[in-house]
């Protein structure tokens, strides 16, 4: 059973940078698409980014573009959220999902889920 456990986040100044990490353990990711959603307060959880299995295309949001980037590292187990330029509205839960498909970009299917950290961007 796979399992993952969020790492990295924190409180940090607008403009600041954080990386989220997402560890897994009990199954290999190379077998798995891996995603970052968030939860503000208030809203609805939504997709911000994923990753094939073998680290190919990856999938933005429109609202982090060019801020965010998405990693995996598989000898590590590991999948990272690079967050630079950090706004305000970046603030909520973080979680990593993950799940057995070969393309990353329907957040739909995502089962396995962290317990999520939590992201504060506040001067």
């Known amino acids: 059973q796979l399992q993952l456990v969020e790492s990295g986040g924190g409180l940090v100044q607008p403009g600041g940078s954080l990386r989220l990490s997402c560890a897994a353990s009990g199954s290999l990711l190379d077998y798995y698409s891996t995603a970052w959603f968030r939860q503000a307060p208030g809203k609805g959880r939504e997709g911000v980014s994923c990753?094939?299995?073998?680290?190919?295309?990856?999938n933005y949001a429109d609202s982090v573009k060019g801020r965010f980037t998405i990693s995996r590292d598989n000898a590590k187990n590991t999948v990272y959220l690079q967050m630079n330029s950090l706004k305000p509205e970046d603030t909520a839960v973080y979680y990593c999902?993950?799940?057995?498909?070969?393309?990353?970009?329907?957040?739909?299917?995502?089962?396995?889920w962290g317990q999520g950290t939590q992201v504060t961007v506040s001067s």
């Open positions: 990753i094939n299995p073998n680290g190919g295309p990856t």
């Open positions: 999902a993950a799940a057995v498909a070969a393309g990353c970009s329907d957040y739909t299917m995502y089962n396995y």
